[in-house]
Nanobody
């Protein structure tokens, strides 16, 4: 059974930092694996924040987080992280990680965690 467990969320003041972690079990990181982070706020669709392509470490970011967030992975430990700096109130939401084959969390074959809540105060 594939399981993803996110952690690291919390309450932080604007300008602060948090690092989210995602531990993946039951899924073998191979030459087509992608791990993505999404954010969801009430009343809005889940939004893709960042994605890492495991084979070569290439990354993509939502424009609004470029230069502030950094995605990484530790393939030996089957983990991924999202380092978030200079947080803004609009970064508030529930953050989810998703693992899949080449789709950055899109599509029915992706596996999802339960999410970790991030709240950024003014």
């Amino acid at each position: 059974e594939v399981q993803l467990v996110e952690s690291g969320g919390g309450l932080v003041q604007a300008g602060g930092s948090l690092t989210l972690s995602c531990v993946v079990s039951g899924f073998t990181f191979d030459d087509d694996t992608t791990i993505a982070w999404f954010r969801q706020v009430p009343g809005k669709d889940r939004e893709g924040i960042s994605c890492i392509y495991i084979p070569d470490g290439s990354t993509t970011y939502l424009d609004s987080v470029k230069g502030r967030f950094k995605i990484s992975s530790d393939n030996g430990k089957n983990t991924a992280a999202l380092q978030m700096n200079n947080l803004k109130p609009e970064d508030t939401g529930v953050y989810y990680c998703a693992v899949s084959w080449s789709t950055c969390g899109m599509g029915p074959s992706a596996y999802w965690g339960q999410g970790t809540r991030v709240t950024v105060s003014e």
